[in-house]
């Protein structure tokens, strides 16, 4: 088992394992990174920043979380299997939450990503 350095503890009480660090970056990256933002890979990304500066509806809303979950899903189904996504927009902030479980040890993790704002 691989061990964060310094010694850290997770939400658990457990040993922090690195790797669930390394996942949680690439969820957060996957959500935030624009498709067509990348050269190499033009299709990476959720478009989930379009969010911020679209019309507020369920119908806007429903779609984007179907979207995000999709990318996810396709981006990072070797590490991770997709449980729920929900993201809303309010004014200049963008908040997702992501719950998903790692192929490794099956454990639900809930994630929070904000994004914008004023700090």
Not at 49 to 67: D, G, I, K
Not at 96 to 108: F, K
């Amino acid at each position: 088992m691989n061990v964060n350095f310094p010694y850290q503890f997770d939400g658990r009480g457990r040993t922090q394992d690195p790797l669930d660090d390394y996942v949680r970056q690439l969820v957060e990256q996957v959500l935030f990174t624009a498709t067509g933002e990348r050269v190499n890979l033009p299709d990476f990304g959720s478009g989930l920043l379009q969010l911020t500066f679209a019309p507020n509806s369920a119908e806007m809303a429903a779609a984007t979380q179907f979207s995000v979950q999709g990318a996810l899903q396709k981006w990072l189904s070797a590490y991770i299997k997709v449980q729920s996504v929900v993201a809303s927009a309010n004014e200049s902030i963008l908040t997702v939450t992501v719950t998903y479980a790692p192929l490794n040890t099956g454990v639900p993790q809930v994630q929070t990503f904000v994004y914008g704002g004023n700090g």
